[in-house]
């Protein structure tokens, strides 16, 4: 196999089948699909295997507990015979030409060690939703930190690549983020293709807790003390537009909590960001961090 497609999957089966067809429907047909369970020992995980048995061409690695994303998608790429590797989310879809574009643009640029590709975002309504954050931009390091911009499913990498990098970190959220910060250090190089070639589907179903809020707050701290640790190589207007950017991401943590004592939080780090930037956005998101309690 050529390219090995990684699948964790942790308590979405009902979107799992959607997933896989997806793959099967590529114009590029070299593929072998790695199924990752993360559920643990129980219902979920019999599902899983139920969805996965009628694919004889799909492999499921199984966990008897819940270890988490980065854990699941390294374990996937371990096991990979493929010599490009690519990352689909249990609950989104592969258009049907995302390999082919991406393996070719590898093949065309040898220098390069991944590529990554815009996406379509759906949200519950059906609806589309356009954003700027649709589209990759990484750049070098320097450039990532400050306008990158990464989702796990646009990424085709080389396995060589990946195993040079480590695979993930184990942080709770902003996985991808930092693995791409520990790429671009690598000095690993991406280039960006700007055509949606996959579709992620947005759910409003996951509440906000203080937990997860806790666990936003603290891999924020993690990527803010790594980037630290290469500080002299920006200047400060460039350190600048960094701290504005983690602001503005703690912002959005806050941003979407139901508590009164969260969003004025976010309120604050949104003025933090403003303080910095002088766009108006930024007063638009603290005052709509109040507004929608």
Not at 137 to 151: E, L, Q, R
Not at 259 to 287: E, V
């Amino acid at each position: 196999m050529n390219v090995s497609v990684i699948i964790p999957t942790y308590k979405r089966s009902e979107f799992l089948i959607r997933a896989i067809e997806s793959v099967f429907n590529q114009s590029y047909q070299d593929i072998e699909i790695i199924i990752v369970d993360d559920n643990g020992l129980g219902a979920q995980q019999e599902i899983t295997k139920k969805i996965a048995k009628p694919y004889p061409k799909v492999k499921l690695i199984t966990y008897s507990k819940n270890c988490g994303g980065c854990y699941a998608r390294n374990k996937g790429y371990e096991e990979a015979k493929g010599n490009y590797i690519f990352f689909l989310d249990d609950d989104d879809v592969f258009l049907p030409n995302k390999v082919q574009t991406q393996v070719d643009f590898l093949n065309n640029h040898t220098e390069l060690d991944g590529c990554l590709a815009a996406f379509k975002r759906i949200g519950e309504n059906n609806l589309e939703i356009k954003a700027t954050s649709n589209f990759p931009a990484v750049g070098d390091f320097k450039n990532f930190v400050i306008n990158g911009n990464f989702f796990t499913p646009m990424l085709c990498i080389r396995k060589t690549s990946l195993l040079k990098v480590g695979g993930f970190y184990p942080i709770e959220r902003f996985q991808d983020r930092y693995m791409m910060l520990h790429a671009l250090v690598e000095g690993l190089k991406f280039e960006c293709i700007q055509e949606p070639l996959h579709i992620m589907y947005e759910h409003n179903g996951d509440r906000i807790t203080n937990k997860s809020i806790a666990k936003s707050v603290d891999s924020l701290n993690v990527m803010k003390n790594f980037i630290q640790n290469y500080k002299l190589q920006f200047t400060a207007k460039q350190w600048n537009s960094f701290l504005e950017k983690d602001m503005r991401m703690r912002g959005f943590v806050f941003y979407v909590a139901d508590s009164y004592q969260d969003r004025i939080k976010g309120f604050g780090y949104f003025l933090k960001a403003f303080r910095l930037s002088k766009q108006i956005n930024d007063i638009k998101f603290a005052f709509k961090s109040i507004v929608k309690m």
